[in-house]
């Protein structure tokens, strides 16, 4: 192994069978007590019962998916060098922002340069990504190791290409769990939140996109991985649309910085959830029926050929939909896509390209991705599988694009919901935030 696949990581070595390597530091890999093993890459404590391995060894559970941490092993670390070659020009985006977009990509720039921690809460659709470039070249520039991860592997996936471009003379490394490549030392990596565990004070500067996603948000072994991942004295970025209770408090006691950006990049408004009572939908859907309010919607997109969204709560639910689709509209195009689908990639990709009129899925497309000039239904949008802020993220893929910055958002319910309240509320209030800032710069 070379030095640099150690700078600024953790690297799992079996104690027994390793080579000496010059100056690299050998560390532990659990704390052992008289009742409890803690493992040291992810924080997590097991009773020794359940951690025990023969002849009074320990591994830890609780990370086993990113290769066992056991007591037979070692943790190898050399500490960041920062050896980065510097390159011109670090940032090749050719794009524009809009004068909101530009006042809080300044602020986060001056964030990033004085390593704040940080909260850029903006909603769907704001363009957060391209806000973020110029603190990211600017870190680059100091010759600062920089880290982009975000807990689904499909928003890895959908910045890695965006970064490439922006930063086209900077080598990028992705690393998830489904990328074969061999892990290479660069200056930006991009990662899911689950490789930070690999991490040990790397970063200058870490911004984790979709704070709020599975699994992120309750997740305490990957809260310490980000944490453990950035150097002492470094920054982080938080970047979601919709902040959940905890990081609120965070926010509330001044342990990060916020920066707000309530409305969308063309400078329209959130649309407004519709909700309509569709009571007993599965049983009529069971006998290959649409409840009359579905039916009423979609014979008006058909008609149209408005493309849409049709969400439903459970992978059982997509065939039956599909098939009461199909009996009423035999002409109608569909695809149905959930989390384990094998043609996953393949289906996003025929209805980006206008090859169906519609695509039947589960939360699975509520974030990261984007289909211009669409409408979207949800059918159960009450059902516990379905978070507030997962609602409002379904929400906000209506009304992305320039040309049709509007759209229809429509909630079919048993009934209204404690969730579908709150992300109504949520909506709400930041298209009040949004008017009233609009209203300020008048823009326009
Ligand atoms: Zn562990």
Request: with cysteine.
């Amino acid at each position: 192994m070379k030095a640099s696949d150690f700078y600024g990581r953790r690297v799992l070595i079996n104690a027994a069978h390793h080579e000496e390597l010059a100056g690299v530091q050998r560390l532990p890999t659990m704390e052992v007590g008289r009742h409890y093993v803690r493992c040291l890459r992810c924080n997590q404590l097991s009773e020794r019962r359940v951690a025990a391995l023969p002849h009074q060894q320990f591994y830890c559970r609780h990370c086993l998916q990113l290769g066992r941490v056991s007591t037979l092993d070692q943790f190898y670390h050399l500490p960041e060098p920062n050896q980065f070659q510097p390159v011109v020009p670090v940032l090749t985006w050719q794009g524009q922002l809009s004068a909101l977009q530009a006042r809080i990509s300044a602020e986060v720039a001056r964030g990033m340069r004085a390593h704040e921690h940080r909260l850029l809460w903006a909603v769907t659709g704001a363009g957060k990504t391209e806000m973020i470039f110029a603190g990211i070249a600017a870190a680059l520039q100091r010759g600062e190791r920089v880290g982009v991860a975000s807990p689904r592997v499909d928003v890895c996936l959908e910045l890695f290409p965006r970064f490439q471009k922006a930063f086209a003379n900077i080598p990028i490394a992705l690393l998830h769990g489904r990328n074969p490549a061999p892990y290479a030392y660069r200056q930006l990596t991009i990662c899911t939140t689950h490789q930070l565990l690999r991490f040990y004070h790397a970063f200058d500067n870490l911004i984790v996109d979709e704070v709020d996603a599975f699994p992120y948000a309750s997740n305490e072994a990957l809260i310490f991985a980000t944490r453990q991942a950035i150097k002492p004295s470094g920054g982080l970025l938080l970047m979601t649309a919709t902040p959940g209770p905890a990081l609120m408090q965070r926010v509330r006691h001044h342990e990060l910085a916020v920066s707000y950006l309530p409305l969308r990049y063309h400078g329209c408004l959130l649309p407004q959830i519709r909700t309509k009572l569709t009571i007993g939908w599965r049983e009529r859907l069971g006998k290959g029926r649409l409840p009359g309010t579905v039916a009423r919607q979609v014979q008006d997109w058909q008609a149209s050929g408005q493309r849409f969204l049709f969400f439903v709560p459970h992978v059982a639910d997509l065939r039956p939909v599909q098939v009461a689709l199909g009996k009423h509209w035999p002409t109608l195009s569909t695809l149905t896509v959930y989390a384990a689908d094998p043609k996953r990639l393949e289906k996003v990709s025929a209805m980006r390209e206008g090859k169906v009129q519609a695509l039947i899925t589960t939360t699975i497309m509520e974030r990261g991705v984007t289909f211009p000039g669409i409408d979207l239904g949800v059918l159960g949008a009450d059902d516990p599988v379905f978070s507030a802020s997962a609602l409002v993220q379904i929400a906000g893929r209506v009304g992305r694009s320039k040309k049709r910055p509007t759209g229809k958002v429509i909630f079919w319910v048993d009934s209204i919901s404690r969730t579908v309240l709150a992300a109504k509320r949520q909506i709400a209030l930041m298209n009040r935030k949004g008017q009233k800032l609009r209203h300020e710069v008048s823009i326009v």
